[in-house]
């Protein structure tokens, strides 16, 4: 078997085995925030979300995107060129630099957090909301610096093929925040013990988010040592490879936060809306819903494949590098479609269920699903843009995302001004221009990939869609069924019924979806129930 063969292969294999650790992450993520949303209700978890806003975004660039892909695009072709011990050298300059310059960069967030706290929430007009977030983005800023080290950990053992430790280290971020933030919130805040919480305790989770960036990090670093790293730093920064990867990442920079930028920019103009400080914890509860398939099965694909596509990519545009990346799209197609109509759908009973306890009323809830409603319309573009944007590094064509993103945020900003000040819509709105942009980003990626690489299997994918779209058709119908017949009167419902309900509806849909495509003969959907038989025969 060829070697292309073999790694195709192994693809759909790879990307269960990432998305199981990722699954875990994600699920400890929604726990964090219910309980922020529970214990101290939509004003307060709002204030929290925009105090992480900032580090959060530097998170998402860097640990799932501009250094990740710069970083293991170079060390991946470093080690096929030069072999391991070159690339584990440019390994030691980059951690050096980052921990200097992202070090620096934390420095500066907390000396001018109580402007930048001004900047990003313009429509605040409360001065106590304004000093609390100061004081949280202060204790939570040396995050950065920490998130840094992280990513290009988990780029050095994705470039060695070990894909499940990296991926559940988000698991152990998001259980040092729950478990360090109760505990640093128990010892801080004495209404906390005695059960009267107020936003005192907001200190302990900011703290906790720290004790969660320390656990992420040095869960990985055995299994890097493992792999052949030897731990230290140099500061050799006059070094080739350390130009590569800076000259790949600051347009990858522009071109993978577009989205994140997007958000930003969403997060902002919510302060301008009624929902004031609650409108932030609404959008950041509808995005976390849409984080779920998006990190289990998007961000799964993209971090097995590019590593692939790095290997592939110095032979050329060959038909081996065209049908990894094609096969990628059919992967992310095949997993987030269903997931997408399923959110968009039960979009209030799944919020009801996971957020509406303690201080998150039902008013929050009908605030949160809309948004959630739109984040499903833009999670299929969201998830094929993390497969498609890192390939135009492997090639070159670095600058290609970088001004279609550009493009997307001028988009955005505009749609989202209009829709606040001119229409004076709410918070809904700003997640649909976010859709839109997705969907304006990766046809424009797609059109310009299939031009350089002289096709992507359009015909094949095309072709899949199609009998997706009918699987995805027939289960809708399933779930509309039971939306009218079954949870009718959701709101009469108890807790463990509804859950049983939407979880009994969910798996029926799931399996309608699994078999009508498996007799299509859906190839993605051959390989997930095979994959999925063999671990039940074991």
């Given at each position: 078997m060829s070697d292309s063969k073999k790694d195709t292969n192994s693809q759909a294999k790879s990307t269960g085995i990432v998305s199981i650790a990722i699954l875990c992450s994600r699920v400890?993520?929604?726990?964090r925030d219910q309980l922020l949303n529970g214990l101290f209700g939509s004003h307060f978890a709002g204030i929290f979300t925009a105090a992480f806003r900032t580090p959060n975004m530097l998170r998402d660039l860097f640990a799932e995107g501009a250094l990740s892909t710069a970083f293991v695009t170079t060390f991946t072709k470093k080690i096929k060129n030069e072999g391991d011990e070159a690339a584990w050298e440019l390994g030691r300059k980059m951690l050096a630099l980052c921990i200097c310059f992202m070090s620096?960069?934390?420095?500066?967030?907390?000396?001018?957090?109580?402007?930048?706290?001004?900047?990003?929430?313009?429509?605040?007009d409360n001065p106590e909301s304004i000093a609390l977030c100061t004081w949280l983005v202060r204790i939570m800023y040396p995050f950065i610096t920490l998130v840094s080290m992280t990513a290009l950990v988990m780029g050095m053992l994705n470039s060695k093929k070990v894909f499940f430790i990296p991926a559940v280290a988000s698991a152990f971020f998001n259980l040092g925040c729950i478990v360090g933030g109760v505990a640093a919130a128990w010892l801080l805040d004495p209404g906390f013990r005695a059960g009267q919480i107020t936003e005192k305790g907001l200190t302990g989770f900011a703290i906790g988010t720290l004790?969660?960036?320390?656990?992420?990090?040095?869960?990985?670093?055995?299994?890097?040592?493992?792999?052949?790293?030897?731990?230290?730093?140099?500061?050799?920064?006059?070094?080739?490879?350390?130009?590569?990867?800076?000259?790949?990442?600051?347009?990858?920079?522009?071109?993978?936060?577009?989205?994140?930028?997007?958000?930003?920019?969403?997060?902002?103009?919510?302060?301008?809306?009624?929902?004031?400080?609650?409108?932030?914890?609404?959008?950041?509860?509808?995005?976390?819903l849409q984080q779920l398939p998006l990190g289990l099965f998007g961000v799964a694909v993209a971090t097995v494949t590019l590593p692939m596509l790095s290997r592939l990519a110095t032979d050329g545009m060959t038909p081996a590098f065209r049908g990894a990346l094609a096969k990628g799209m059919r992967l992310v197609l095949f997993l987030t479609l269903p997931s997408a109509v399923g959110l968009s759908i039960f979009a209030k009973e799944i919020v009801s269920l996971l957020f509406e306890h303690g201080k998150f009323t039902a008013h929050d809830v009908a605030m949160t699903a809309g948004p959630l409603q739109a984040f499903a319309f833009g999670l299929v573009f969201y998830s094929a843009i993390k497969v498609l944007q890192p390939a135009f590094y492997t090639i070159g064509k670095r600058f290609v995302p970088m001004i279609v993103s550009l493009s997307v945020i001028a988009l955005t900003a505009s749609l989202n001004a209009f829709t606040v000040f001119v229409l004076h819509w709410d918070h809904t709105a700003l997640a649909w221009a976010t859709a839109l942009g997705l969907a304006v980003?990766?046809?424009?990626?797609?059109?310009?990939?299939?031009?350089?690489?002289?096709?992507?299997?359009?015909?094949?994918?095309?072709?899949?869609?199609?009998?997706?779209?009918?699987?995805?058709?027939?289960?809708?119908?399933?779930?509309?069924?039971?939306?009218?017949?079954?949870?009718?009167?959701?709101?009469?419902?108890?807790?463990?019924?509804?859950?049983?309900?939407?979880?009994?509806?969910?798996?029926?849909?799931?399996?309608?979806?699994?078999?009508?495509?498996?007799?299509?003969?859906?190839?993605?959907?051959?390989?997930?129930?095979?994959?999925?038989?063999?671990?039940?025969?074991?």
């Open positions: 400890l993520g929604l726990v620096m960069v934390a420095l500066a967030g907390i000396a001018v957090a109580p402007w930048l706290v001004r900047l990003m929430n313009p429509g605040w004790i969660g960036g320390v656990l992420q990090l040095g869960i990985q670093l055995p299994a890097l040592k493992k792999v052949g790293f030897r731990l230290g730093l140099d500061f050799g920064w006059k070094d080739k490879g350390v130009n590569d990867v800076l000259q790949l990442m600051w347009p990858s920079l522009i071109a993978a936060g577009g989205t994140q930028i997007g958000v930003t920019l969403n997060s902002i103009f919510a302060s301008c809306t009624p929902g004031k400080e609650s409108a932030g914890a609404w959008l950041a509860n509808a995005q976390r980003n990766f046809v424009a990626l797609y059109a310009c990939m299939r031009k350089f690489a002289g096709g992507l299997e359009t015909k094949a994918l095309s072709a899949s869609l199609m009998r997706l779209l009918v699987g995805v058709g027939l289960m809708a119908v399933v779930c509309y069924g039971s939306k009218i017949y079954l949870l009718a009167d959701w709101a009469k419902l108890g807790f463990v019924v509804q859950a049983t309900l939407l979880g009994a509806t969910v798996a029926l849909a799931a399996v309608v979806y699994f078999y009508v495509t498996q007799k299509l003969r859906v190839e993605e959907a051959g390989e997930f129930i095979g994959i999925v038989s063999k671990r039940f025969k074991r």
